[in-house]
């Protein structure tokens, strides 16, 4: 029956494995919401479609939503690129039409998983972050495409406000993300710069070149300027430097590419500086690419850009470019190699660099060749999808925060820092924080960690209860983006949970076991359960017996874990050790390590082994480890006469160099869960007596891999110590079924693998 059983649970443990790792291949869920989706060739625009165009479907399912309808010709590009489209139709994003929309917007969130929301413009910004945030979204990024140059004080006030929930900013240059933290004081490291991408020339299918008939005449320099006719795009500069140019030159014809936005007003201008002759106005157009491999020289006068694509067009074709000094512009054109930069809004400034430019033909063959190489080289469309799917991967990158009130450095800060150090980096970025109390502090485990290279975390607390301690745990997570909390006691669990409360970030907490010890503790311990069942996301036991009232769906058993290989016997190690505290070869030793509290119980073993020296002498005793019961069991050792007999050897940094020389290893504990000590002993082949609490018994099979006596039973402890002691070939006997055993099913990657897949669920 209990192999039938064993059969049973090993088939079930193999289908739920397959099932996670299915669930973990599945497609990245990614939407991309933007105000209005109409003109691809606009920058949103036209990034979202480069976008689901080259994201592989494979592990990409991508949603493109919008605030307001999608044209039927651009929904049949993108349903063609293999996206999946949503209207959310928001007349005013404070509106009623905002509310409404709003919650059918949580609805789709939630019922599509969606995994990272990517935001575009100032609408989308402002109601997406919102609704997203309180759907649950993790991962919220904003799109920041440009300087914000038409943004007024109120724009740059909700910015702020909303900011808070962004999980991440994205900057198309350096120059708005500088902005950015000047502006809405967003510190550097939460904003990723991620420059455009440009297709190469060979894309755009090498049409023939404007004829003379479209251009007025045979022109003997062609300027372009691709931009929908708007003030920023400074076309009026542009026209202003036009009547000098054409005075000298008077076949230059200038092409004005794009939608006109002002009405007219700048083909009044033309007309009344009788420019007709000189000045193309072209509309939008299709075949922008014949007109640029056309053009002699590219210009772009804005008064304010992000990365602009249009220059990025006229790199790729290899074109001299003259531009305004603003935004990213210098990140792209490197003044005098790749082309002209100019300040913004002066005229005079603009027509000096075209003239040069106009009549220096090798110096604009130069620079459009220089201009091609670093397009090609720096600011492709490859290039461009590499550092965005590098980010989507390191945002589903969980940071995990082991947070913890440490006494010391026993069993639970141990299995909480080889959990951090062991997890798969690729997936998850631990951190270890610790409560820093001034009245008893123990900072063992930050300063292990900091030594193993991981990032740590400091919380100050007054006393045994400083609820300033939850504000500043709060604050960390929020600063830091913590995607899981991972509590490890009932004081950490407690903070953990106020901290949490109302940020959405799943809270789990690993119960190592509860002490009893005394009547404060009793009821702390109470509370603990109480929050533990209210509470907390999912909870883990390190054994059976505990909380075994604990919804199934919220509890789940995960043993302690060893790094196996760093405990085994070793014979050099052994000799040694014993050679530290002068131990012949003769004596045989028996031992315990833990910390020297009640629930250890250690006066068990000092009143054992007053009964023990007296038949064997050749018997000596170690004790390894601190705590608050050392005064007490030091004074009980001298009361007894037992000091050439038993060792205090205090704390020992690298414990696994201990126990090879140990004979028989000892546990005398009141409560329990799954003692660390008690698998790194077993693990080095030593013979083990343990009292029967906890988890004990499902490691300990009496008579076979050591022993069992009840807990506090002296009697029962000196019989079998008396028996292992004349009987010394059950040392070997007993020690290698107990290193089998623990190598079997107690290694440090069956334990930190099954808190991977805990952390992928929740």
Request: hydrophobic share 40%; net charge positive.
């Amino acid at each position: 029956m209990n192999q039938v059983t064993s059969a049973t649970l090993e088939t079930l443990e193999t289908l739920a494995t397959f099932y996670i790792h299915m669930k973990n291949t599945q497609p990245i869920r990614l939407a991309l919401l933007t105000d209005v989706l109409e003109d691809l060739q606009a920058g949103a625009e036209k990034q979202i479609y480069q976008l689901i165009s080259h994201l592989d479907p494979s592990r990409y399912r991508v949603f493109v939503l919008s605030l307001n309808p999608i044209c039927e010709s651009t929904q049949q590009l993108m349903r063609e690129a293999g996206c999946e489209f949503q209207v959310f139709r928001v007349v005013r994003i404070y509106g009623i039409s905002g509310m409404v929309q709003g919650l059918r917007f949580m609805r789709f969130l939630k019922a599509n998983r969606i995994q990272i929301l990517q935001t575009y413009h100032f609408g989308s910004d402002i109601w997406g972050t919102f609704w997203a945030h309180w759907a649950g979204v993790r991962h919220i990024v904003s799109n920041r495409r440009d300087m914000g140059f038409c943004r007024k004080p109120i724009h740059r006030s909700a910015y702020k406000l909303i900011n808070r929930w962004v999980h991440t900013f994205i900057a198309v240059a350096g120059a708005v993300k500088e902005r950015m933290m000047k502006e809405e004081g967003i510190p550097a490291e939460r904003i990723e710069v991620i420059y455009n991408g440009v297709e190469s020339p060979i894309k755009w299918g090498h049409t023939p070149f404007p004829s003379s008939g479209e251009m007025g005449c045979d022109p003997i320099s062609l300027i372009v300027h691709v931009a929908n006719l708007r003030p920023v795009k400074g076309h009026i500069y542009l026209i202003e430097a036009l009547p000098e140019i054409v005075v000298d030159h008077p076949r230059v014809r200038l092409a004005l590419i794009g939608e006109d936005k002002m009405g007219g007003k700048l083909q009044e201008i033309i007309r009344k500086k009788r420019l007709e002759r000189h000045v193309l106005f072209l509309g939008k157009r299709e075949d922008v690419s014949r007109f640029i491999e056309a053009a002699d020289i590219c210009v772009l006068p804005s008064l304010s850009e992000g990365t602009s694509n249009a220059i990025l067009e006229y790199m790729a074709a290899g074109k001299a470019v003259v531009a305004t000094r603003v935004g990213g512009n210098p990140e792209l054109i490197r003044e005098g190699v790749d082309g002209l930069l100019v300040a913004p809004g002066d005229s005079r400034a603009l027509k000096e660099a075209l003239l040069t430019l106009i009549e220096d033909p090798e110096k604009r063959q130069s620079m459009g060749q220089n201009a091609r190489q670093r397009a090609q080289k720096e600011f492709t469309i490859p290039q461009m999808m590499r550092e965005y799917e590098n980010f989507y991967q390191a945002l589903l990158i969980k940071k995990v925060l082991h947070f913890i009130s440490s006494g010391g450095f026993f069993g639970a800060e141990r299995v909480a820092l080889s959990l951090a150090r062991h997890l798969n980096h690729g997936k998850f970025i631990p951190m270890i924080g610790a409560i820093e109390d001034e009245r008893n502090p123990h900072l063992e485990i930050v300063h292990k960690a900091r030594e193993a290279g991981l990032k740590t975390a400091l919380f100050k607390s007054r006393g045994r209860w400083d609820w300033r301690t939850s504000r500043l745990l709060k604050k960390f997570i929020r600063q830091n983006r913590i995607d899981i909390v991972h509590t490890h006691n009932y004081k950490s669990d407690l903070m953990g949970l106020l901290a949490t409360a109302g940020n959405g970030v799943p809270l789990l907490a690993t119960v190592h076991g509860y002490t009893k010890m005394s009547r404060p503790v009793r009821w702390y311990e109470k509370l603990d359960r109480w929050l533990l069942k209210a509470f907390f996301r999912r909870v883990v036991v390190v054994a059976e017996n505990i909380l075994p009232d604990l919804k199934a769906q919220k509890r789940q058993v995960i043993p302690n874990g060893l790094d196996v290989n760093r405990f085994s016997y070793d014979p050099v190690l052994r000799k040694t050790a014993r050679s530290r505290y002068g131990i012949s070869d003769e004596e045989a030793v028996i031992g315990t390590v833990g910390r020297l509290s009640r629930e250890k119980n250690q006066a068990m073993l000092i009143e054992a082994a007053d009964q023990i020296q007296k038949e064997f002498p050749l018997v000596k005793f170690l004790i390894v480890g601190d705590g608050p019961e050392e005064t007490y069991l030091k004074a009980l050792v001298r009361d007894k006469n037992l000091e050439k007999h038993i060792l205090f050897t205090g704390l020992i940094d690298d414990i696994s160099s201990l126990y090879p020389a140990l004979d028989i290893f000892v546990l005398t504990s009141l409560t329990e869960g799954v003692p660390l000590s008690l698998l790194e002993a077993m693990a080095c082949a030593r013979l083990v007596v343990a009292t029967k609490v906890g988890g004990i018994p499902q490691i300990i099979w009496h008579g076979k891999n050591g022993f069992l006596v009840a807990p506090g039973d002296v009697t029962g402890l000196v019989k079998v110590l008396g028996r292992v002691v004349k009987d010394r070939s059950l040392f070997l006997e007993m020690g290698r079924e107990a290193s089998d055993f623990i190598r079997k099913h107690y290694s440090l990657e069956h334990m930190v693998e099954k808190y991977e897949r805990l952390y992928e669920e929740i």
